[in-house]
């Protein structure tokens, strides 16, 4: 019986990609990754998740990792249909790993709600959906491991060019890089949110 777990990572800072990552496996495979100490990534040290990453990806079956660019962000933003876009990419994922049962962290107040979307954008999959699931399914930990760490990656990438702090919306290095930014330029770079009301706030401020 093949498991799946899906999770995102960078949902709330206001630059780079929103990640959403999913993994498969049989089921009598899955002690494994308890074995290995895979937990909630954000319960990890940013080497470890490194290291649980490359490990991760040698005991599953398939993985599938998808990238949402700010620009689809923003798009679903001014729809006010985040939720929506995060439940298409994540029926995506579930679609080309194609399980017996998925497992999914809900961005939705409504979890039930949420997995429903999901199974109907995925051909009526069987989605188990629930909040916190990344602490309370290995699966789950597993994928949220594999989109944090593609998420930081992203950051990484960014920031050889750009003093852009940590991507949040708290973060005074993130806000002064926006600012000085868009200062100089009259725009943002693509990789910035422009649909976050922090960001706006600065395009009207100047």
């Known amino acids: 019986m093949q498991i799946c777990g899906i999770d995102d990572a960078g949902r709330g800072p206001m ?4 990640v959403i990552a999913g993994i498969s496996l049989d089921k009598k495979n899955i002690k494994k990754l308890s074995a290995l ?13 490194e290291h649980l990453y490359k490990k ?21 933003v001014r729809k006010h249909c985040l939720n929506g876009l995060e439940a298409k990419y994540m029926a995506k994922v579930v679609s080309k790993l ?3 049962i998925s497992y999914v962290d809900s961005c939705d107040v409504n979890p039930t709600r ?16 629930y909040h916190h699931a990344d602490s309370r399914f290995v699966v789950v930990s597993a994928a949220s491991i594999l989109a944090k760490v593609s998420r930081d990656r992203a950051i990484m990438k960014l920031r050889k060019d750009h003093d852009l702090g940590s991507g949040y919306p708290s973060d005074p290095v993130t806000v002064k890089f926006v600012k ?9 770079p693509k990789f910035v949110r422009k649909s976050w009301k922090p960001v706006q706030k600065i395009m009207e401020n100047d």
């Open 114 to 129: 949420f997995g429903k979307e999901i199974s109907r954008l995925s051909d009526n999959h069987k989605i188990k959906s």
């Open 15 to 18: 630059l780079g990609p929103l």
């Open 37 to 49: 100490g895979v937990k909630d990534s954000k319960k990890l040290t940013p080497k470890l998740r």
């Open 98 to 100: 194609n399980p017996d």
């Open 180 to 188: 000085k930014y868009y200062k100089k330029n009259h725009e943002m």
């Open 56 to 76: 991760i990806i040698e005991i599953v079956d398939d993985y599938y990792i998808a990238k949402i660019s700010p620009k689809a962000i923003d798009a679903s």
